[in-house]
Structure formats: C-alpha cells, structure tokens
C-alpha cells in the first residue's frame, strides 16, 4: 500500500469549511457490520502491465506514474509531478509518435505502456495538448487551464465557470462525433495519471450532522434505465445518515428546475420512492441540452440551504456539476457536489461501466433478434438497427455480439468505404439471403459530411448529384436535407415529424426522433436505408428502438449497481468530498475527480481484444 499522497489522485473535498464528528452509522453495528474505510485505502488505476510491443491497448486503461517512461520522453517529464494539477489528465505532447512514412497508421510500433484514452484525429492532437494543463500553448497563459477534447456543449465548464458562465447540462458534452470514417490516421492520446485513487465507502468521521442536512437530487439528460434506482438508493442512504425525510428534495426536469419557477422541487420521503425503481424512466423527468446559467444555480441552492447536491448524469451532466462546484468554492459555500455517472453508451473514461449499460444491452437484442426475423421473412431482406452511440460504440458492439445474430457492425471509432460496404453486404445475401446490419447513430458522420458537401457543390454548379437518398417522388435531396437544415431534412426532429423528409411508410418498424439530427449528426442508418434499397435490394427495412431502450425497467445487474453506486455518493457526501463522480474501476468502488473522466469520451480502440472478438464472431472484414 503506497504511503506517497503524491501517487493518489486528489480528490477535492471541503473539510476545512465543516466540522469532523463521528459517523451515526457507528451505532448501527459499524453500518449494520460492513465496517468503514479510510482515506488510506486505495484502489489501482491500472491492472495491466503490457511488455510486448504487439499487445493489445485496451481503451479503458491508463498509463500511470509507476510505468517506465515512453520512448523519446524522460522519466523525469512523463511522471505525474507535484507542480501538475492532480486530477487532470496530462497528456505528453511525445507520449504518441505521430504516424511517419516508415511507421503508417495501421503498422506503427505501440510503446508497451502508452494506453488510448481516446482516439481522435491527427489534425487535432496538436492543438488538444496545448490547451491541455501544464502544457504550455501559443494561446495559454502560464497557469491558465485549457479545454480538453471531448467537452462540446459544457466547454470550459470543466475548467472553472467564469461568473454568468451558460453551460449545456444534457447530452454527453460534445456535439458531434470524432471524424473517424475519412480512412486517414488516428491517433491515440494518451495521458499520464497518479497509480491510485481513494475507495469509495463509508468513513468513521463524518463532516456533516445529518439531522441538520438539506440535500437534493437532479438528473440531467436523456432518460436511462437504473435512473429511479438511483435516486431510491440515495434516499434511503440520506435517512440511515439520519437526514429527515422532509429535507431531501428531487429537483423536476434536470438543472432548468433550479432556475425556472414554473418546475416545482419534489419532497422525497422513503414512501414516495418506494416500488419506483420496477419502473422505467425517471420520476423527476429529464433535461437534455437545456442551456443553464450557474450563478443562478448556485444562488438557488444557497437560498434552499441545500448542504449535498446529487447530479445523475453524462458527460455533459458532469460538466454542469463540476462548474458549480468551482462556483461554491469561490463563493465558499459549504455545500457539496457528488456525480453519479448515467450512460447507455458507456462513454466515461477509466470507469468500468456506467449504469444503465447493462440494460442497453440486454434490450437491444430484442431489437436485433426482431430485425433478424424482418429480413430472414423477405427474400434477400436487410434490416438496419440504430442504436445510441453518437461517440462511443460500445452499445452497438456488445449488443451485437450477446445477439448472435448481427451481420455487419458499424461505430463511431472505425472507418469504413461505402463501395466496400456494399460489396460486403451484397456477398452476406448472396450467402444467406438476409441480412442485418447494426449501426451507432454517430458512425459515418464524415461520409455524411462528404457527401453533403457534393450535393452542395453540384447544386451550386446547377447540376443534380446522386446521394442516395430519395424525396417522395424518388428525386434525390439536396445537399442541405443531408446537413440537415432544411425543413423536412435529415435534421428535422420531432417538431418537424419525419426525421429525414420521405414517407418511409412500413420501413420504419420503431418510430423515432432522429438522435443525430438533434445533435448536429446526419442519420447514418437513415442513409443507408435509401441508399440500399435503390442500389442493392429493394427489401431493405430501419428499425430505431432508442425510446423503448431508454425507458426499459433496469435488469437485476443495474438494480444491483445502482443501489451501490447511489450508497457511496452519499457516503462520499458525509464524508466532505466534492466534485467527486462514485463508480467501480478495476471492479472496485472508488472516487475520481470529474475532470478525469470528463476529458474525453471513452472509445472503442480498433485495435484491440473487445472489437476483434466482435468481427470474429461475425466475420466482418476491413471495411476500408
């Protein structure tokens, strides 16, 4: 056990603004005789220790401060240092050699511990390690905190909300997908942390009297199995604190119901939230890319006396939470900010899984294995299933593979030719005589782009170009209904009725709102409907289950990690620590500073161990 403090991430508390006493789970056999840990007790960021240049880089795992220097890089400027900022991650501007004409993209050596945290496009690592802490770019000040890639929609809130600051408190934080189908070299970032952080539990000394605590919870974002878990798990915690349960309130319909009058707060006692978590969706609503001011907040939760503050939410939800809890520093308030991390995609950096995965999974095979039946009905039948994914292809991946029957995989990280594609898809009918093929809604957006960007140039020059999208009237669309910004076009949301402007009529089994349309995303499952059935079958069906996925109840594993989750949150809360998010990292329950795991969205690495298993079960090839 390290003794070091240098070697633990730090995790931000306010202990000096609060008073230690000790913890009314004492009395109650130790907590009913589970005991208590310490601010001793660590949890090992990394577990694998890789020596062969060929070995597999998982996505999830991270180098950390106990490894031998990357080669070209001292040991001394690749440690993590007193002089950086502890929990936040450092990238090494050498840390990944860019592709050369001796080493492409595809045959490069990989240094035994450099480990993808995310992997992005070459044109933009330069300009993401300068803005990174503690590396010095031609527009950073000395001491000035940069923006990391991946933030989107809650830029900056990550770095410390200037006064008046409006951030975005739904989605995942970032507004579109990483440019990953344009077949050029990607580029894995990689980033240097301390080799442990502190386990989550509960602690023998306590900085809060609970029966004096006012708490609230809010839950931003899209609606996610597990969610009424959650919140009925922190409740029941609160009242073994001792909390009255009149002081724990439920705000309405994300962070908008600490600023808009009109959301009244709930009072959430144990009989209000008793049963809820055998039902889907959430009881205190959603809130997704709803522009929110913290000062105002801040002023809302101060004038509520409210002492923790519960935020479920993605990667955007986390961004919110971490700008208040920079603007309750500067303000010195005490009250504390724990996050609990809600994602079908499972997009969080150096986290296990977030809940509501598990679920995801589970109910997309429902999904899949009703495609299967829709194709293998038609004489050479293809049916094309989108699911959540627009930066993270992990739902896509694992729902395929737990299916069985997925035949082509298509996500975000991976590029591929639509000729290639297509002559791929052409030799599974020819085989079999259907098809399925399971997409992420953000894959494919560079073809898209190009694509559009043809239709563009022809419409300008005067001429028509074949997309491969078809009006009412089988005339191809403009190059705007492929951005989608035109009425009826792809970018149409609900507001707008059909998403992508054409009467698709029995073609589409699950109606939906276009997910990639509302974030700036051009439906590739949407395209590929068209564009197959005019050029390879006319048989050729999109099926969309996002809504019946998000709103499913949670299966017993999420019921199981929910409830766990939502008791270390609070007794993360009890026990001072703020800004803090609460999950498993190498199967252990422990605390991380937002900011780690809000640089980025975490992402499939192409090359690895999960991804070719995937494409050996079904025989995908190279697709580029």
């Known amino acids: 056990m390290p003794s070091d403090t240098s070697d633990v991430l730090d995790c931000p508390h306010i202990r000096d603004l609060l008073t230690a006493q000790v913890s009314p789970l004492v009395a109650h056999d130790n907590d009913w005789g589970g005991g208590f840990e310490s601010d001793s007790e660590r949890v090992a960021l990394n577990t694998l220790r890789l020596a062969a240049s060929q070995s597999e880089i998982h996505s999830n795992e991270l180098s950390t401060s106990d490894s031998p220097p990357h080669d070209g890089a001292s040991a001394e400027s690749d440690q993590w240092r007193p002089d950086m900022p502890k929990g936040v991650f450092t990238p090494h501007p050498q840390a990944a050699p860019a592709p050369s004409d001796n080493h492409p993209p595809s045959s490069r050596p990989t240094q035994s511990v450099t480990v993808a945290a995310a992997v992005v496009p070459l044109q933009s690592v330069k300009e993401d390690l300068q803005q990174q802490d503690g590396v010095a770019g031609p527009n950073t000040q000395p001491g000035q905190s940069g923006a990391a890639r991946g933030s989107g929609s809650g ?44 386990r989550a539990g509960p602690r023998h000394t306590v900085y809060f009297d609970g029966r004096k605590v006012n708490a609230a919870i809010v839950v931003t974002g899209r609606i996610c199995p597990g969610t009424n878990d959650v919140v009925q798990g922190i409740v029941h915690r609160l009242v073994n604190y001792g909390v009255a349960a009149t002081s724990i309130l439920g705000v309405m319909h994300g962070l908008q119901g600490l600023t808009n009058r009109g959301c009244k707060p709930k009072i959430l006692t144990p009989r209000d939230v008793e049963g809820i978590h055998l039902k889907g969706g959430s009881i205190l609503g959603m809130s997704q890319n709803q ?23 993605g990667r955007g939800g986390f961004h919110s939470a971490e700008a208040i809890k920079r603007e309750l520093a500067a303000r010195k308030h005490p009250c504390v900010v724990v996050a609990i991390p809600k994602s079908i995609e499972n997009g969080f950096l150096l986290l296990d899984k977030s809940f509501g995965f598990d679920s995801a999974v589970q109910e997309s095979q429902r999904s899949l294995l009703a495609a299967k039946v829709v194709a293998s009905s038609c004489l050479n039948g293809l049916s094309i299933v989108t699911l959540s994914g ?19 995989c298509l996500v975000p990280e991976v590029p591929f030719s639509l000729e290639k594609l ?92 276009d997910k990639g349309a509302a974030h700036g995303q051009r439906g590739l499952g949407l395209f590929l409907e068209h564009h197959l059935s005019r050029t390879l079958t006319p048989h050729t069906f999109h099926i969309d289950p996002t ?5 499913v109840q949670s299966d017993s594993r999420d019921h199981i990690y929910s409830k766990n989750l939502a008791s270390s949150a609070v007794d993360a809360a009890f026990a001072g620590f703020t800004g803090v998010a609460v999950s498993t990292i190498n199967t252990r329950y422990a605390l991380t500073p937002i900011p780690v795991i809000t640089q980025a969205a975490r992402t499939i690495d192409p090359r690895g161990k999960a991804w070719n298993r995937l494409r050996t079960a079904i025989g995908q090839p190279v697709l580029i």
């Open 547 to 551: 809504v019946s996925i998000c709103t």
């Open 155 to 198: 830029q900056g809130a990550g770095n410390g909300a200037a006064a008046g600051a409006i951030i975005s408190e739904g989605g995942d934080g970032q507004q579109g997908s990483p440019d990953h189908s344009d077949g050029q070299g990607l580029r894995r970032v990689c980033i240097s942390l301390p080799a442990y952080t502190l």
């Open 422 to 513: 297509k002559h791929h898809i052409k030799a599974v009918l020819d085989r079999q005589g259907h098809a399925v093929v399971c997409v992420a809604d953000g894959a494919g957006q560079a073809l898209m782009a190009r694509m559009a960007a043809q239709a563009e140039a022809a419409a300008a020059a005067g001429r028509e170009v074949e997309t491969g999208w078809a009006g009412p009237g089988g005339d191809s669309l403009r190059g705007d209904s492929l951005r989608g910004d035109a009425p009826g076009g792809a970018g149409q949301g609900a507001q707008g009725g059909d998403s992508s402007g054409v009467d698709r009529g029995e073609s589409r089994l699950h109606g939906t709102v």
């Open 390 to 408: 627009r930066n993270s292809g992990f739902l896509v991946m694992q729902a395929s593979l737990a299916s069985g029957v997925v035949d082509v």
């Open 291 to 313: 522009p929110v001011c913290i000062p105002k907040v801040v002023d809302r939760l101060a004038l509520w006396e409210v002492d923790m503050l519960f935020v479920v939410g």
